[in-house]
């Protein structure tokens, strides 16, 4: 994961950096010239004088306090004509091949506008430093870091605090994105936590999607609350809870229908769930190779349901890696887990310094 998405920056970031220091060419010749003038003036002042009487030696040290005035002068003026700085209109021009890295790596544009003014504002009309790619990652690195700076949400403590009810997550996302398999691989992790798990066949709508969560639920060795196909997925989702509660289950894992996120009807469903079951956690779950549609599925659920989180399936082939940085921007909701596989085992939780070290930043 990230593959691309480093290489691209990588390259991108060199060439910004080159191009801001080439664009000051002009201005360090100035200052070359201003420097061997004030050089000639420094040496004239050097020449040592005439002999000259005891009354002259305080009108030389006049003199020679002017020399030293007029010595400091220059130095500011070579400082001035030595300082790099970058226009707004010359920013725009370094800034294109990094926006076209960004874009081409499934970065939103929301994120993109976000990365593009934070650089601006460190670069343009400020001296540059000497390490210019050097402060272009800093730069990109405090932004990356503020867009995934989320409170970690752990899991496992907030549902051995919850005493008395079960603790009840709603799974959204779209059919093929890997939802099943992450209610799976979920289910396993409490398992390997000490933590009794339900799963409620809310999605009975697909035809195979009850038949595919009983698969994992004889796997995994769990039970799965399940109506007819067609039935309410509200009432199923709720009488998931109350055999939790009936038989001090712990955590109540929520499938639900993954008709398109355009859907009228699926939206009334999912809001129906909602108001029966009130999930402690509503988590979207997205393949990540699917790039922008991913990002806009994300916009589009968080505006139904408000989300408080999500999971990225297929994140070991993602090898753009922009959709993570975009829907977490996007949403303002952490990532709780990366999928990298098919196995149960195959699951990652989030960790914002991995990615950002993954990113060579």
């Known amino acids: 994961m990230f593959g ?83 226009s707004a209109e010359k920013f725009e021009e370094l800034f ?33 430093p000497r390490d210019v790619q050097g402060k272009i990652e800093e730069t990109l690195k405090a932004t990356l870091t503020e867009i995934l700076d989320f409170e970690k949400i752990d899991l496992v ?18 059919n093929g994105s890997g939802k099943t398999t992450s209610i799976a691989k979920l289910a396993h992790y409490f398992q390997q936590n000490k933590l009794s798990v339900v ?24 039970r799965v609350i399940k109506h007819d196909y067609g039935a309410d997925a509200a009432a199923v989702a ?10 001090a289950v712990d955590v109540v894992l929520i499938d ?35 790039g922008n549609d991913c990002i806009e599925q994300a916009r589009r659920f968080d505006q139904l349901v408000e989300l408080d989180g999500s999971i990225l399936t297929k994140a070991d082939v993602d090898e753009k890696g922009g959709a993570p940085l975009s829907i977490a921007y996007t949403i303002k909701k952490p990532i709780l887990f990366l999928g990298t596989g098919q196995r149960y085992e195959d699951w990652e939780e989030f960790d914002r310094e991995v990615i950002l070290g993954r990113l060579g930043l």
């Open 199 to 222: 799963l409620a066949a809310g999605d009975t709508f697909r035809a195979a999607a009850i038949q595919q969560l009983e698969e994992h639920a004889q796997k995994l060795g769990v």
């Open 96 to 128: 294109w091949d990094l926006e076209l890295a960004l874009l081409e790596s499934n970065v939103s544009v929301e994120v993109l506008e976000k990365i593009k003014d934070d650089l601006k504002k460190e670069l343009v009309g400020k001296p540059l």
């Open 256 to 290: 639900t229908a993954g008709r398109l996120h355009s859907n009228v009807n699926l939206m009334q469903e999912l809001e129906k769930i909602i108001r029966v079951t009130t999930p402690d956690l509503k988590l979207f779950v997205g393949e990540s190779i699917t």
């Open 4 to 86: 691309k998405l480093k290489e691209k920056l990588k390259s991108a970031l060199s060439v910004f950096s080159r191009k801001a220091e080439e664009q000051t060419e002009e201005k360090s010749v100035e200052a070359a010239a201003g420097e061997k003038k004030e050089a000639v003036l420094v040496e004239e002042k050097k020449v040592a004088p005439p002999a000259v009487k005891e009354e002259e030696k305080v009108e030389l040290s006049v003199a020679t306090e002017e020399a030293k005035e007029e010595k400091s002068i220059f130095k500011k003026i070579k400082q001035t004509l030595t300082t790099k700085t970058i």
């Open 238 to 247: 709720f009488d998931a809870v109350k055999f939790a509660e009936k038989n």
């Open 157 to 174: 403590k907030n549902i051995r605090q919850k005493k008395g009810k079960p603790y009840t997550i709603a799974f959204f996302g779209i």
